[in-house]
């Protein structure tokens, strides 16, 4: 998996709007005698705010006889939080 900070965007969760760092993930998981997996997942934090993660979105797609097949996809999104 390769992980890097891709840069900065301000989003707009249900929890309110938020100035994160948008990280982005890369990667191939491979299993024997079958297609491999690519995995991609953008995560948005705003670690001066909120200590977990304000929205992350999930695909995993693979290749089967030549086209694209999407696995899984998924996005969570902050509803709410307050410091304790």
Known sequence: MDFHIAGRETITVPAGTFDCFRIEV???SRFPGRADVDNYTTRWHAPDRVRWVIAREEIRRT???GHVKNLFSNRI???SFRHG
Do not use: D, N, Q
């Open 26 to 28: 890369r990667g191939i």
């Open 63 to 65: 290749v089967v006889a």
């Open 77 to 79: 999104e902050l509803l």
